[in-house]
């Protein structure tokens, strides 16, 4: 499977942004889909995850109540919405795609990624 992820951007902290990341070849619904973050001189971290019914979600404690992941199979896409940002989410985002189909917080476990999206958040 091939990931396009899109839709960062500049916004002033307390704004939001909605991720998309759109997948193609198949079958997409059956993969667990993951949001990872790398901020600059840092390692890349877990922000979010979704079985491949979006049956189920997990966060990281940074994001939760302000970030929601989702998924629509019919379109074959990802999205992560993030509000109240602040100037720590500032980073590239990567969606990734885990073939297993459960979602998972560890890296290792995805065996599809995408580009990459920047997202800057002012101060």
């Known amino acids: 499977v091939q990931l396009q992820a899109y839709g960062g951007g500049l916004v002033q902290a307390g704004g939001s942004l909605r991720l998309s990341c759109a997948a193609s070849?198949?079958?997409?619904?059956?993969?667990?889909m993951g949001w990872f973050r790398q901020a600059p001189g840092k390692e890349r971290e877990f922000v979010a995850a979704?079985?491949?019914?979006?049956?189920?979600?997990y966060y990281a404690d940074s994001v939760k109540g302000r970030f929601t992941i989702s998924r629509d199979n019919a379109k074959n896409t990802v999205y992560l919405q993030m509000n109240s940002l602040k100037p720590e989410d500032t980073a590239v985002y990567y969606c990734?795609?885990?073939?297993?189909?459960?979602?998972?917080?560890?890296?290792?476990?995805?065996?599809?990624w995408g580009q990459g999206t920047l997202v800057t958040v002012s101060s």
């Open positions: 990734a795609a885990d073939r297993r189909g459960s979602g998972s917080r560890y890296q290792d476990e995805y065996g599809y």
């Open positions: 979704i079985t491949w019914s979006g049956g189920s979600t």
């Open positions: 070849g198949r079958p997409f619904s059956s993969y667990g």
